[in-house]
């Protein structure tokens, strides 16, 4: 745990000099804008649009997998878009803009240990006035959204007698995620029950078990999965997510790739830290 104090800053120097982006680029209606995308980068883009304003625009991805999300005026995810397309091809993105204001368009890579360089290509496809069924659409998602909040509360002593740890652990996470802008506290206590959890499994597992090979494929990929939606909502519980839950022995590769997965990890938790707290890189 010690590392922390000494990291963190190496971490925001490296950042600094090797990911340095600048201010969000503001889109215009058919104007394209291409960017470089690369491990531990996130490109952003911004959007001052009207109230109740539908928006579609399309990222073309060239060489890498990327994931792009829409956060409202006031920070909060609208839309987390990603198609099954892998690292070339297009992502589509559309919304209702439900309020004035300055939108953020975010681009990164799917997964942010992979050490892949590619381009990115943003245009905004069609930006005017949401017409009534669009505007409705909107409405009925927060209904049914608000629905299936209120029907989770209902279930939520059922969640901890779930015998397998791992189908407990998903459901954790994926209420967590459901929560988190109504009840960010709530949220926090599932996402808590969910990295105990793991931790816990973590620990129990035998490398010398003829099964190991398997579970280390599911564990790296749900470690990985936390620590993406940590870094979204809380980048300090994402670092020390990290910290304490240390990667199994890895049966396919040696140490060193497993030590720069980890860097690259960290870099990308560093870079949300810098973009949502500048003040941390001091």
């Known amino acids: 745990m010690n590392k922390r104090p000494v990291l963190l800053p ?18 215009q209606l058919g104007t394209p804008v291409e960017r470089t995308l690369k491990a531990g980068q996130t490109q952003e883009f911004t959007l001052n649009l009207k109230e109740n304003t539908f928006v579609q625009l399309v990222v073309e991805q060239r060489g890498i997998d990327a994931t792009v999300k829409v956060l409202s005026p006031n ?15 297009p992502e589509h993105v559309s919304f209702v803009a439900s309020a004035a204001g300055a939108y953020l368009i975010s681009v990164s890579p799917l997964n942010p240990a992979d050490a892949s ?13 949401a017409n009534e069924q669009e505007l409705k659409a909107g409405k009925n998602q927060e209904v049914v959204k608000a629905k299936g909040i209120a029907l989770l509360m209902e279930m939520d002593g ?14 954790q996470l994926q209420v967590a995620q459901l929560i988190w ?5 709530r949220g926090s206590k599932y996402f808590a029950d969910a990295t105990t959890g793991f931790k816990e499994y973590l620990a129990s597992l035998d490398p010398s078990s ?14 990985f999965e936390i620590i993406q939606i940590l870094t979204e909502r809380d980048p300090d519980a994402a670092l020390s997510f990290i910290y304490s839950s240390k990667p199994p022995p890895n049966p396919y590769e040696d140490r060193r790739f497993n030590s720069q997965q980890e860097g690259l990890l ?13 003040n941390r890189a001091q």
Do not use: H, W
Request: include cysteine.
């Open 266 to 278: 960290e870099l990308s938790i560093a870079n949300r830290l810098l973009r949502t707290d500048p």
């Open 210 to 223: 003829e099964k190991y090979s398997q579970q280390y494929q599911v564990i790296t990929g749900m470690r």
């Open 117 to 129: 360089t590619g381009t990115i290509e943003i245009k905004i496809l069609e930006m005017r006035e």
């Open 158 to 171: 059922l969640i901890t007698e779930i015998k397998s740890p791992l189908t407990r652990i998903r459901a």
């Open 181 to 185: 802008s109504s009840d960010e506290k």
């Open 10 to 27: 190496l971490l925001f120097c490296v950042f600094l000099t090797a990911n340095a982006q600048g201010p969000a680029t503001t889109l």
């Open 75 to 89: 920070g909060k995810i609208l839309g987390d878009f990603d198609s099954p397309n892998g690292n070339d091809g």
